[in-house]
């Protein structure tokens, strides 16, 4: 049974940083890619950065601009998000998700893509 539990969410004031992590247990095909998505209240789910566990090849969303960087410990099975310079639309519900098939290139990044999801790790951005 695969499982991703993701962590590291929290409450920062605008311009600060958080890193959030997320554990991936149960997977057996390679490679494959993880991805953060987030949605805010109200709003759709929307992808922030993918990743390919072969090559690490990544893609980001437009309002990501430079300031969130996604990464892998492959051996630990972890997925990482660094984000920097957050702002208050950056508050959300962030998922960790992974996709059901083996990927070589970053999917399109919709939220179909991907089959398995965690259950999400708050981020709150106060101005």
């Known amino acids: 049974q695969v499982q991703l539990v993701e962590s590291g969410g929290g409450s920062v004031q605008a311009g600060g940083s958080l890193r959030l992590s997320c554990v991936v247990s149960g997977y057996t095909l390679s490679p494959y890619c993880m991805a953060w998505f987030r949605q805010a209240p109200g709003k759709e789910r929307e992808g922030v950065a993918i990743?390919?566990?072969?090559?690490?090849?990544?893609w980001y969303g437009d309002f990501v601009k430079g300031r969130f960087t996604i990464s892998q410990d492959i051996a630990a099975k972890t997925l990482y998000l660094q984000m920097h310079s957050l702002k208050p639309e950056d508050t959300g519900l962030y998922y960790c998700?992974?996709?059901?098939?083996?990927?070589?290139?970053?999917?399109?990044?919709?939220?179909?893509?991907?089959?398995?999801w965690g259950q999400g790790t708050q981020v709150t951005v106060s101005s």
């Open positions: 990743i390919t566990t072969n090559g690490g090849f990544t």
């Open positions: 998700a992974a996709t059901a098939y083996r990927c070589y290139a970053p999917p399109p990044p919709g939220s179909r893509h991907f089959g398995y």
